[in-house]
């Protein structure tokens, strides 16, 4: 029997209260959290949690379903190599929220298991429940009230409700979305962790969203291609600073190119003006073209 549930994190300001929450229907299901943490601290958690409430059963596949390809990511494609190099990364810094990493590391440990991406806020119940969850339990630690932990996990009855009521799954492989919504979505959390600081300090880390091809040129004018990333961060170079990012458009171009353009609050009151050209490749979408400009 497949165990079928969504997990999702949320946090106030991230950081800020933060909270997580895993759900499979209205009889199982969990959440909690922290008075102050990251959004991805809580995903994390959440597959966490999710995998401890069902570690009696090991023999119950887990299917996994995500909104965050960073949460995917660090489980499914980074983790072992953290953790051969002693939880660093490969430019010998510490990796982030290690400590829910190893327990992790121990808690998927001769389980099976497997992740499904689905894009967030589109209606899919199980996210939607979890998200619910997770915010109300930031909410709660932001108000300093207890959140509701839920009922935990109940054996056999999950399972068969997880099968029965499950919302449509998103499809198979998170990269080769079928309609051009999802691929917007797609684009959109792929450029989220290209982003990310703890991914921007080490290369094998973010070259996974890179194509061959990629090139950039950078607010100040400068090209970056691969090679260039390659030698800049394991020469301990530091890539130019990221902020938040304020969506102007994510569309797809045809089946096999994306555009995503947001402005990006960075260094101060600095407001730069980003295009990325997302590729559709055999081992999903990668970053083919991006630009930064300075707005006047």
């Given at each position: 029997m497949t165990i079928t549930a969504a997990a999702d994190g949320s946090a106030l300001g991230n950081p800020g209260p933060a909270g997580w929450a895993w759900y499979i229907d209205e009889a199982n299901w969990a959440s909690g959290g922290?008075?102050?943490?990251?959004?991805?601290?809580?995903?994390?958690?959440?597959?966490?949690?999710?995998?401890?409430?069902?570690?009696?059963?090991?023999?119950?596949?887990?299917?996994?379903?995500?909104?965050?390809?960073?949460a995917i990511n660090c489980i499914s494609k980074w983790m072992p190599g953290w953790k051969k190099r002693g939880w660093k990364k490969a430019d010998g810094k510490p990796v982030l929220?290690?400590?829910?990493?190893?327990?992790?590391?121990?808690?998927?440990?001769?389980?099976?298991y497997t992740f499904e991406w689905v894009k967030?806020?589109?209606?899919?119940?199980?996210?939607?429940?979890?998200?619910?969850?997770?915010?109300?339990?930031?909410?709660?630690?932001?108000?300093?009230?207890?959140?509701?932990?839920?009922?935990?996990?109940?054996?056999?009855?999950?399972?068969?409700?997880?099968?029965?009521?499950a919302a449509p799954a998103a499809p198979a492989e998170a990269t080769a979305p079928k309609s051009a919504?999802?691929?917007?979505?797609?684009?959109?959390?792929?450029?989220?962790?290209?982003l990310d600081p703890q991914i921007r300090t080490s290369f094998a880390e973010l070259s996974d969203f890179?194509?061959?091809?990629?090139?950039?040129?950078?607010?100040?004018?400068?090209?970056?291609?691969?090679?260039?990333?390659?030698t800049q961060?394991?020469?301990?170079?530091?890539?130019?600073?990221?902020?938040?990012?304020?969506?102007l458009t994510a569309r797809e171009v045809d089946r096999d190119l994306a555009l995503l353009a947001y402005r990006m609050k960075v260094e101060g009151s600095t407001i730069l003006v980003v295009s990325s050209w997302w590729q559709r490749t055999e081992s999903g979408w990668k970053l083919r073209f991006r630009q930064e400009t300075v707005q006047q």
């Open positions: 922290w008075d102050h943490g990251t959004n991805n601290m809580g995903e994390l958690q959440a597959v966490l949690e999710l995998f401890r409430a069902t570690a009696q059963y090991p023999e119950q596949e887990l299917k996994i379903l995500c909104d965050s390809q960073y929220n290690q400590e829910i990493l190893k327990e992790l590391d121990a808690a998927i440990k001769d389980r099976k967030g806020h589109a209606g899919h119940d199980l996210n939607e429940a979890a998200d619910d969850r997770a915010r109300a339990a930031a909410t709660a630690h932001q108000q300093g009230t207890a959140p509701d932990p839920g009922p935990g996990y109940t054996a056999g009855a999950a399972s068969a409700a997880a099968a029965s009521t919504q999802d691929t917007a979505a797609t684009i959109y959390e792929l450029e989220l962790g290209f890179l194509h061959p091809g990629y090139q950039e040129v950078t607010r100040g004018g400068g090209l970056l291609d691969v090679a260039t990333v390659r961060l394991e020469a301990g170079a530091q890539l130019p600073a990221t902020g938040e990012v304020q969506v």
